[in-house]
């Protein structure tokens, strides 16, 4: 069964401490990994899509990369605005709807 | 990117009652669009793909006849909760593809259904 799976569930940083959250995935035939992030009571806002192992993409602090097996999502010197729950997901074979992890909640403390 | 409108972004209602959520693809049209529902501190679910001007298809396990579902324009579908029950109360979101795009979805803002 294709299936993203998370890693960690909830992580607490300090402000300015660099970090990664990780997305392990088993899908055939990958069609897209992509990273969103949700703030509490919002809608999922788009960060990046990757399509094949090496692809890399950045904006602002965070950097997405992908592998053969799984995405990093590293974020440098985070802010407190930082702060919300970073999804992955990804497009199965059989459909065109977005299938999503459980998501890890990110805290950033002053 | 494009943006998603939903509304109403919160609704309170009787059970037994129904309720009608909107979502609208601002500037550009969507040849289809998503349900999906989330439950507190859980992940989107997919409920259903809506397809402008045919049915809806529904995940296994979401009853088609409790969440109608029609997509009459390339800019409109509509979610209605049909005697609704304490147990439909949960976030709901829609999204759509822009057609032609690079195959991201974007997001409404959600809607939070609370049936008492």
């Known amino acids: 069964e294709d299936q993203v799976t998370q890693s960690p569930e909830a992580l607490r940083l300090q402000e300015g401490e660099s970090s990664s959250l990780n997305c392990s995935y088993t899908?055939?035939?990958?069609?897209?990994l992509f990273w969103y992030r949700q703030d509490p009571g919002k809608g999922p806002e788009f960060l990046f899509t990757?399509?094949?192992a090496g692809e890399e993409k950045e904006k602002e602090r965070l950097k997405a990369t992908l592998t053969k097996k799984e995405s990093f999502l590293h974020i440098t010197a985070p802010k407190p605005e930082d702060s919300a729950t970073y999804l992955c997901a990804f497009v199965p074979n059989s459909g065109y709807a977005l299938n999503f992890g459980k998501g890890t909640s990110l805290l950033v403390t002053p | 990117g494009a943006v998603v409108s939903q509304h109403p972004s919160r609704v309170i209602c009787k059970s037994g009652t129904s309720v009608k959520i909107e979502c609208r693809s601002l500037?550009?049209?969507?040849?289809?669009m998503f349900w999906y529902r989330q439950f507190p501190k859980q992940s989107l679910m997919l409920m259903a793909t809506?397809?402008?001007?045919?049915?809806?298809?529904?995940e296994q396990g979401v009853e088609k006849d409790k969440f109608l579902i029609n997509h009459a324009s390339l800019t409109l579908s509509t979610l209605t909760v049909t005697s609704a029950h304490p147990e439909d109360s949960s976030f709901y979101i829609c999204?759509?593809?822009?057609?032609?795009?690079?195959?991201?979805?974007?997001f409404g803002e959600g809607s939070r259904l609370t049936v008492l």
């Open positions: 899908v055939s035939g990958l069609r897209g």
């Open positions: 809506s397809n402008e001007g045919s049915k809806a298809t529904y």
């Open positions: 990757l399509y094949s």
């Open positions: 999204s759509a593809r822009q057609s032609g795009g690079t195959g991201e979805l974007f």
């Open positions: 500037d550009f049209q969507a040849t289809t």
